[in-house]
């Protein structure tokens, strides 16, 4: 399974950048879909998950006010994932990776089945 996520980019403090994460030709209607980072020099962290209908989502604390997670609302194709990050800060700096978890919504990595190539998001200060 292919993930392409996009959207990354370079974005000054109080900024904001919506990524995306597709999956070509597959729909994931009924799986969780999740986002994860990972700074320079550190562990990859959870950021956000939204479960297959879109109704319960999780928020790493770091993010909670300032990202939204949505994923497609159309009927029957829900294939894209989306994070609206606002209010960015330099330590919001990282590679950022979409995942999917046929297990459900969940703040684990281990749980997560499919990963993207992940997409870089630099905020200057």
């Known amino acids: 399974v292919q993930l392409q996520a996009s959207g990354g980019g370079l974005v000054q403090a109080g900024g904001s950048l919506r990524l995306s994460c597709a999956a070509p030709?597959?729909?994931?209607?009924?799986?969780?879909m999740g986002w994860f980072r990972q700074a320079p020099g550190k562990e990859r962290e959870f950021v956000a998950a939204?479960?297959?209908?879109?109704?319960?989502?999780?928020?790493?604390d770091s993010v909670k006010g300032r990202f939204t997670i949505s994923r497609d609302s159309a009927k029957n194709v829900k294939n894209t994932v989306y994070l609206q990050m606002n209010s960015l800060k330099p330590e919001d700096t990282a590679v950022y990776y979409c995942?999917?978890?046929?297990?459900?919504?969940?703040?684990?990595?281990?749980?997560?089945?499919?990963w993207g190539q992940g997409t870089l998001v630099t905020v200057s200060s």
């Open positions: 939204i479960s297959g209908g879109g109704t319960i989502t999780y928020y790493a």
């Open positions: 030709g597959r729909t994931f209607s009924s799986v969780a």
């Open positions: 995942a999917v978890s046929e297990y459900g919504a969940t703040t684990r990595g281990q749980r997560y089945d499919y």
